[in-house]
């Protein structure tokens, strides 16, 4: 089975905030809750870079391994999955996160935290593929249906990647000898432990 | 002729702007072939490097600005600390003090009313004082559960029953951990302002020490209301109790205090003082039940033995004593005979 991953090229990047805007559209994401989100570093200065961010789908999971009930499951594309039946909303993968992809909706009093809620890789959940309960949890199961995430299909100057590795690589690795710059795989080495060398 | 001279101004210029392009393009073709725009870009490896396991951030144009924070991989450390080291201080505190004190009582057996119930009670601890108290306890006893169940659970309770239902238990557990840390925090607070009076620390603490509490030994060090290790405990409950609800708070609510890198250490606070916590309280209920003839009577019924008060508390005694004089009234008829 293949490696899912996300890439974003900084380089190509524009910041038009088209993924974001897909993401919660077509997974209907609660009010206060971005799966995705772009990020711009220097902004305004010489240098500057735009990086599209989600959950980077990572090996050896911390949100996975820190998580006191277990709701969270990798699937055989490599794809980190989590329970809401599980979820207690104790917070604690949001702690161990490195990017900042677990977000809670706020239920109730004090910080009473609801279910977690992140990036699925457009993959849904441990229900049946493409059932209604699925879309009400989790969103659209576009893997399921054959489909690649749609932030990275509708991407309009095709910056951010998504799919096999071994493939998202391969391209950015062209891309790079052909322009002849980049400023990394922005994640992979946290997400990954691994680069691509540019 | 108006014309004609709108003509040559035409010309004229036309001329000047290719004699510039003219002049430009060779100037151009000098440049390197392949411009790197990157040169003064941000990597993500230096940022790494400088950083040092800090967060890489920036702006965002969606609401909200926490997501701003793109890189933070100091989560590493916190997973090390809650998945292994905080396992270790757990186990270690907390097996270690049930272990020692099943050795103590084997050993030292329990600490007995050595002259024998006398029949005469005497007020130890008001109504007040003992709902205080087992409040105070009862919250305490839930949120340890609680709160152990999210580190030791997972290994321990969740391959037993399953994961469906240690989800939904645990879910109940954290609903109770944050209700009940109110009423705690409370009751900790009432502690400290109604026992701070007996619990400053005097001379008298450091000669019940020398002398082993009578919990060592045999000996029956005098005390006044408090001694040494009652104070102890006192001011374990109130630091400790305040450290964890602070560090607790902040958890409760996310952002309010604290960014994610203050959370994973208001964390590893809340945990390592909590186990410590637990080891600590395991004592006091050690003594406070089966470790001492007479204890429990103190915070039970909130009466004890005169005998009890003048082998354990004898300065307290004197004091109540001369305060309300020796009160025979008090005499109850005891269920089981004294001697």
Partial sequence: MARMKFLCDADRCIECNACVTACKNEHEVPWGINRRRVVTINDGKPGE???????????????????????????????????????????????????GAPQYPKVGNFGSRGKMDKCTFCAGGPEADSTAEEYEKYGT?????????????????????????????????????????????????TAYRETIAS | MAGFLAQARFIIAAFVVALILALAVPAGAQQPSTVNPNAAAVKEQQLLNALQGGTIGGRVSIPDQKSGTLIQPGGRDWRQFHEVTLRWIGAIAILGMLVLLVVFYLVRGQVKLESGYSGRRIVR????????????ATCFIILAVSGLNITFGKPLLMPLIGEPAFAGWSQWAKYAHNYLSFPFAIGVFIIFLVWIGGNIPNKVDVEWTKRGGGIVGHDHPPAYRFNAGQKMIYWIVVIGGTAVAITGYLLMFPFYGTGIQGMQLAQTVHAIIAVLFVAAMLGHIYIGTIGMEGAFEAMGEGTVDVNWAKEHHALWLAQENARTGPNESQRQPMATPAE
């Avoid at chain 1, 990275?152 to 391969?170: F, V, Y």
């Fill in chain 1, 49 to 99: 870079r735009s990086i599209s961010m989600a959950c980077m789908h990572c090996t050896d999971a911390p949100c996975a391994a820190v998580c006191p009930v277990n709701c969270f499951y990798t699937t055989a594309d490599a794809v980190v999955l989590h329970s809401k039946d599980l979820c207690i909303g104790c917070g604690y993968c949001f702690y161990a996160c490195p990017f």
């Fill in chain 1, 141 to 189: 199961n576009r893997l399921a249906a054959g489909k690649l995430p749609l932030c990275a299909e509708m991407c309009s100057t095709k910056s951010l990647l998504a799919g096999d590795g071994e493939i998202i690589a391969q391209i950015f690795k062209e891309r790079v000898t052909k322009r002849g710059y980049s400023s990394g795989a922005w994640g992979w080495q």
């Fill in chain 2, 125 to 136: 601890f008001n109504g007040f004082e003992r709902f205080v108290h087992w409040m105070t």
